[in-house]
């Protein structure tokens, strides 16, 4: 077993335990794996250990691991969220190719994903405010 499936199958037990000490169910907590600055080969190792949710912090960096990973067969099924600062001209280039942003900080660029979505049909996924209450 990898290191990376290794630390996988950890970080699962622990999400487990403790989804159970406050009566949730695991399978509805997301691990967001952090991929940042980590190359496509570690990523796959993480997807053959049923890793799908997958974090960037650079928005370019993230584009091309997305568009590699849309042309390999293990890419099917990846979800990517944009983790980091996002800078209003990089706007456009998280809302085609993130399913989620984590990260707008400014009230005058939160339309701006919003309005570029509709190119890649599909819009950009919301929290449920009431499920986090």
Known sequence: MSTIQQN????RSRIAAAAQDCARIPEEVTLLAVSKTKPAEAIAQAIAAGQHAFGENYVQEGVDKIQYFAQRPEGAGLEWHFI????????????????????????????????????????????DPDKYQ
């Open 84 to 127: 980091g600062p996002l800078q209003s001209n990089k706007s456009r280039l998280v809302a085609e190719h993130f399913a989620w942003c984590h990260t707008v900080d400014r009230l005058r660029i939160a339309p701006a994903p919003e309005r570029s979505a509709p190119r890649r049909n599909a819009a950009i996924k919301r929290a």
């Open 8 to 11: 996988l199958q950890d970080v």
